[in-house]
């Protein structure tokens, strides 16, 4: 590897769409594509590394923090550029926990992280952690993109099978080539949080609670909810001594029927359109 085959690559523990409402937060244009069962491949378009704007191990580590906190599944951050290669594993609010090897495969990290990384990810504890324990020790014919190979080989047993072409050390523009002809691809733009918050919330009204959330039964819901929460309160507060379970109650119905009247008004007419895009040089 070297200077011109820097690459990033997001592994999932997630099918593409859960995964891909939350890849909006990167600020990045990625590719999704399936990395084997209950597994999904991030593809990003690697800017901040090619502008110069910070290196690829920190962006990839914090892309890999973001797609984990607050979310049930694991983030494994793949990463290597003309000297160095790495992993790091995200998950939940937890340290992330990194391992690092120079291009030519020596060894640059802490051994317990192996352990850490095994126990977090649920792989073997004896025969995962000897395979993994295996690439923490000198090997003169494993380069830095051998040992991510390896890495991989043991997360393949979790189910990880990455599709031809998406593989380590491969620059970011190929990378992202190969996953976006895969026929079952997706792409998410990276317009950040409004566009997250939307996502989400277009998948829960396509749910089963949507009639819930917005439209007449929503509404007729709300509407109910203020009309009781308002008499309630105002009765609570009249008593001698004043009732104030019954007070919170009331409030508590009166707050959500005029959040949910708000919602279901302000998804019915939506944000301002957004401004156009300017080109490349514009």
């Known amino acids: 590897m070297d200077a011109t085959t820097t690459g990033a690559l ?22 999704l594509t399936p990395a084997g069962p209950g597994w999904s491949a991030v593809v990003p378009e690697g800017r901040p590394w090619r502008h110069g704007a910070a290196p690829v191990e920190r962006v990839a580590t914090g892309w890999a923090t973001a797609l984990a906190v607050g979310a049930p ?27 690092t090897w120079l291009a030519d495969g020596t060894p640059a990290g802490e051994d317990e992280a192996v352990l850490t990384f095994a126990e ?44 031809p072409g998406v593989q380590p050390g491969e620059p ?57 929460g308002l008499p309630l309160t105002a009765w609570a507060l009249t008593r001698r001594p004043p009732g104030v379970g019954w007070a919170c109650a009331g409030a508590l119905l009166a707050l959500q029927g005029a959040l949910g009247l708000a919602y279901d008004r302000m998804r019915a007419t939506g944000p301002p359109a957004a401004p156009p895009r300017r080109p490349p040089g514009g």
Do not use: K, N
């Open 10 to 31: 997001l592994l999932c523990r997630a099918d593409i769409g859960a995964v891909a409402a939350p890849a909006h937060l990167l600020g990045e244009d990625v590719v």
């Open 172 to 228: 970011s523009a190929r990378l992202r080539a190969a996953a976006r002809a895969r026929p079952d691809a997706r792409t998410a733009e990276g317009r950040g949080l409004r566009d997250a918050v939307r996502a989400e919330l277009d998948a829960a009204e396509h749910g089963r609670l949507g009639p819930w959330l917005r439209g007449p039964r929503a509404r007729a819901l709300a509407a109910a909810q203020l009309a009781a």
């Open 73 to 99: 599944w694991p983030v494994v951050a793949l990463w290597w550029d003309g000297d160095r290669a790495g992993c790091t594993l995200a998950a939940g609010f937890r340290r992330p926990v990194d391992y």
């Open 120 to 163: 977090r990810l649920g792989l073997d504890p004896v025969l995962d952690v000897q395979d993994l324990q295996a690439l923490t020790r000198d090997d003169p014919d494993a380069d830095a993109r051998a040992r991510l190979v390896g890495l991989l080989a043991v997360l393949g047993r979790l189910g990880v099978r990455l599709p």
